[in-house]
Structures are given as structure tokens and as C-alpha cells.
């Protein structure tokens, strides 16, 4: 049984059931305080975006060449963010003369699901897989040979092997963030300084995405430190953001201010949503190279790409279930998450310490350089392309 990975109508299935029903649901809910539609929405918006989710994932691995995966993902995410500038800019926009806290205009949401509704055409325009033309002459091949049943069975082993569990709390650390620092940004700030945030943090996340993936993918430098580096890197910045956020929480929960920016204490407090926004994202694009490089063939992109988003899933569900609960939103989101990250690095150190750790071509060198490309080199590319992870079961 031969199953293929099409990506446009995994695009257009998202796109057409997904965000544009739940934007309606809260433009009704904000204009005319209903509820049934907000439910609706996300129902159907959860289940349609996991299908894209899935399948955005594997493309971005599978696509590209394998020295242009960091500059690709890079882009990738560049793309994710540039609806969120957009937005973020329509709702400064709309509310600039909010200096209060409250609700966005409805207007915002009208916008919206216009913008929304154009995703299934746009889909509609993504080259299929076995029509991309690489430079290294390697086909795309996204489809799978075994029955789903198969499948399901393989990918659940993969979730139960050791360097996949050791990351399992490095992803939560990563993405239990995004739920925190927006519900920061609600709680203690007016609407136009949150309008502000959300456009300037797609901002942050466009240069950190994109200077991050041009890291990964210097050649010239090898494996072992770009893995290395990264990794401290992005951890000791985020220990630092979790600490600057923990005192700042714990004085706003005994103060309860509402900062704009014409406020004398809006700077810091501004500053370190930005800061925590650029964390997810490093950390975001980092969790792809890391699944990268543990992945041993194409088959085990795709699986990995779905195990990521659903653990992902996971741990943002539990996240801003926990929100919803007063303490959790004002102090204990915060803590938690600072928590998380300190338990996440030990595991997470044991996977990373063996990428690049061998004299050998290992998955994650095959998947992020590469010489330049002669017409000779493609079978050596091809074959480098199928080396493994060494050290780690």
C-alpha cells in the first residue's frame, strides 16, 4: 500500500475548516458576547490544523536541499510570522487610541477572517512534491509504502525510544511558554500596547528565526558546535528571560498596574515579553534540527514531524487550560514554565551531545551541509543522506 503526503489539500483542509470559523466565533463573541461559535471553531479549527501541522512540518524538512534546511526553515517560519506583523500592524491600526485596558475593536476580526478565507487558494498554488526541482537532482518523496496501521504502531514506537522521551519535556519548556507570556501581555497591559506587542514580536521572531537558521547551516563549521552552541545558547538566554519574568510577575501580581507605553513602567515589563517571544522561537526552530538529526531516513521525517506537533499540541492544551485559572495566569504560568526549563536541559543534553559527535557523517551533518553541489557529487550526497544518529537508542 502506497500512501502520498499531498500537500495542498492538507493546506486547503486547514485553511477552509480551520482558523476562519474560530475568528468568527470571536468576532461574535466580542461583538455580541456569544459562545456557542467560540466552541465550534476552535473544535474544528484543532482538527483541521492538525492535519496541517503535520504535513507543513514534513515539507520544510523534505523540500529543501539538505544544506538549505536552516535557511529554509528560517523562511518557513518567516512566512508563520508574516501573517502575525500583518495583524499585529491592522490591529495597532485599529487601536491606537486605546490606552485602556479592555476589549480590540471587532473590526480586527473582520479582517481577519478575509485574510483567512484566501488560505485555501493560496494552498492551492504549493508545488506538489513530485514535481519539486532540487539542486542535488534527489527527488521528494513524501509517500509512505506500509498501511496506516503499520504506520501508527512505528510511530508510537518512535515516541517510546530513548532520545525521543529525553526531549519530551524540552518541546513542553519550549512551547508551554507561547500561553504565558500572551496571558502576560492581556493581564498588564492596555489595548494598544498589546497591539503594539503583537506586531513587534513577529518582528523579533522573523530576525532570531532567520539569523538562527543561518547558524545551522554554515558548513563550514562543524556539526558538533553548531549543535552545541545553539543549544547553550538559546537555554542560558531563556534562564535569564524566566528570571527577569519571575520578579516581574510577583511585583505586578502585588501592584496590578496596566502599562501603556506612555507609562513610566512600561519598558521592562514590554521588553521581556519581546525577549520571551524570541525564546519561543529559537527554540522553536531548534526543536526541527533536533528532530532532524534524529531522524535516520525519510520515513522517520514524517513520523517525527507528526510526534513533534502533537507532543507540541499537548503541552500548548495543557498550557492555556492552566491559564484559564486565575493564580496560574497572574504568578504561576510563569513559574511553572521556569520550572520546566530547568528540568528540560539535562535530558535534552543528553540527546544533543551526540549530534556531530562522530567522525562520521552522521543524520544531522547530511541534513544541514554540504560542499558545493557538482554534478558528481549528487550520489555522494544522496548516500551521505541516509546516515544515522550514533550513540543514542
Excluded at 129 to 135: G, K, N, S, T
Excluded at 320 to 326: C, F, H, M, S, T
Amino acid at each position: 500500500m502506497r500512501v502520498r503526503l499531498d500537500a495542498r489539500p492538507s493546506l486547503t483542509l486547514r485553511s477552509s475548516l480551520g482558523y476562519a470559523p474560530y475568528a468568527a466565533g470571536l468576532y461574535t463573541n466580542n461583538r455580541f458576547g456569544t459562545e456557542w461559535l467560540v466552541i465550534l471553531g476552535a473544535a474544528l479549527c484543532g482538527i483541521s490544523a492538525g492535519v496541517f501541522w503535520m504535513a507543513e512540518a514534513a515539507i520544510a524538512i523534505a523540500y529543501p536541499e539538505p544544506w538549505n534546511r536552516g535557511k529554509a526553515l528560517g523562511f518557513w517560519l518567516t512566512f508563520r510570522v508574516s501573517g502575525q506583523i500583518l495583524g499585529g500592524a491592522i490591529n495597532l491600526g485599529l487601536n491606537t487610541d486605546r490606552d485602556q485596558a479592555g476589549k480590540v475593536s471587532y473590526t480586527v476580526f473582520l479582517v481577519f477572517i478575509a485574510l483567512q478565507c484566501l488560505g485555501p487558494v493560496v494552498a492551492l498554488c504549493l508545488t506538489p512534491p513530485d514535481e519539486v526541482e532540487r539542486r542535488d537532482g534527489k527527488k521528494v518523496d513524501l509517500s509512505i509504502l506500509n498501511d496506516p496501521w503499520f504506520e501508527i504502531k512505528q510511530t508510537t514506537r518512535l515516541f517510546f525510544t530513548k532520545k525521543f522521551l529525553l526531549i519530551v519535556l524540552f518541546i513542553g519548556q519550549a512551547v508551554f511558554a507561547e500561553a504565558v507570556f500572551f496571558t502576560y501581555l492581556s493581564l498588564w497591559f492596555t489595548v494598544r500596547a498589546r497591539a503594539l506587542g503583537s506586531f513587534l514580536s513577529g518582528i523579533v521572531a522573523v530576525v532570531g528565526g532567520n539569523l538562527l537558521g543561518y547558524w545551522l547551516d554554515r558548513t563550514r563549521v562543524p556539526l558538533k558546535i553548531r549543535a552545541r552552541s545553539s543549544f547553550w545558547t538559546i537555554v542560558t538566554l531563556q534562564g535569564a528571560w524566566w528570571i527577569w519574568a519571575t520578579i516581574l510577575v510577583t511585583i505586578y501580581d502585588r501592584t496590578q498596574p496596566t502599562h501603556d507605553w506612555s507609562s513610566s513602567g512600561f519598558g521592562p515589563g514590554f521588553a521581556v515579553f519581546l525577549f520571551l517571544l524570541l525564546g519561543f522561537q529559537l527554540n522553536y526552530l531548534f526543536l526541527y534540527f533536533i528532530i532532524q538529526n534524529l531522524s535516520e531516513s525519510k520515513e522517520e521525517i514524517i513520523r517525527y514531524s507528526a510526534l513533534l506537533r502533537g507532543t507540541e499540541s499537548a503541552w500548548q492544551a495543557v498550557s492555556y487550560g492552566l491559564e484559564a485559572v486565575p493564580v496560574m495566569a497572574h504568578v504561576g504560568g510563569v513559574y511553572l514554565n521556569f520550572a520546566l526549563w530547568g528540568l528540560a536541559i539535562v535530558p535534552a543534553w543528553l540527546v544533543l551531545r551526540h549530534f556531530g559527535a562522530t567522525g562520521e557523517s552522521d543524520s544531522g551533518e547530511s541534513l544541514y551541509s554540504a560542499p558545493n553541489v557538482q554534478d558528481g557529487d549528487v550520489g555522494r550526497l544522496n548516500e551521505a543522506s541516509n546516515g544515522t544518529t550514533k550513540g543514542i537508542n
